[in-house]
Antibody
């Protein structure tokens, strides 16, 4: 059974960099694609970006200038860095495995439980 | 970006009711539409992928249909554990985008 768990600071100061890690168990990050998704309080879900097992990435253009997603093969983890954060970046952040099937699309399963990150001084 | 419009945004229903949620997209996405269930405090859960395929382990009372720009998620007989928020997601093009959610509440 594949499980994902987010970890990282719950409070980040404005203008600083948000850093989160997703630990994967039950699967190797050398396979599949791995994504970050967030949900501001009371709002909908926003896809942040994906990292492929090759290390290639694809980011949401709305966040691209501030986002970096990376893999740590030795720890079976992948990470998110979001720079120059503001209050608008306050959200629950989820990590998820992205499954890709030709002719059927790409979906997220499973997801981590999510971690709330608040941007405040 | 492909815009997603879910309706209704919320609904009240009773156990045993048949519930239908609609998701419309701003352009043709073929069948690249997926549905999720979100229960507070729990990880979001994939229910349906590629418009009509039931994810393994998901009860058969859940079903999906549609193609192009119009999709539906149906719960044939609502159970107590189904009270949750449901989201659609398109993967026809990046950025992947989600509907705003439909909250299913107890009547």
């Amino acid at each position: 059974q594949v499980q994902l768990q987010e970890s990282g600071p719950g409070l980040v100061k404005p203008s600083e960099t948000l850093s989160l890690t997703c630990t994967v168990s039950g699967a190797s990050i050398r396979s599949y694609y791995w994504s970050w998704i967030r949900q501001p309080s009371g709002k909908g879900l926003e896809w942040i970006g994906v990292i492929y097992y090759s290390g290639g990435t694809n980011y949401n253009p709305s966040l691209k200038s501030r986002v970096t997603i990376s893999l740590d093969m030795s720890k079976n983890q992948f990470s998110l860095k979001l720079s120059s954060v503001t209050a608008a970046d306050t959200a629950v952040y989820y990590c998820a495995r992205e499954t890709v099937v030709t002719g059927e699309g790409r979906w997220f399963d499973p997801w981590g439980q999510g971690t709330l990150v608040t941007v405040s001084s | 970006d492909i815009q997603m419009t879910q309706s209704p945004s919320s609904l009240s229903a009773s156990v045993g009711d048949r519930v239908t949620i609609t998701c419309r997209t701003s352009q043709n996405i073929n069948n690249y539409l997926h549905w999720y269930q979100e229960i507070p405090g729990k990880a979001p859960k994939l229910l349906i992928y590629a418009a009509s395929n039931l994810q393994s382990g998901v009860p058969s009372r859940f079903s999906g249909s549609g193609s192009g720009t119009h999709f539906t998620l149906t719960i044939s007989s609502l159970q107590p554990e189904d009270f949750a928020t449901y989201y659609c997601q398109q993967s026809y093009s990046t950025p992947h985008t989600f509907g705003q959610g439909t909250k299913v509440e107890i009547k």
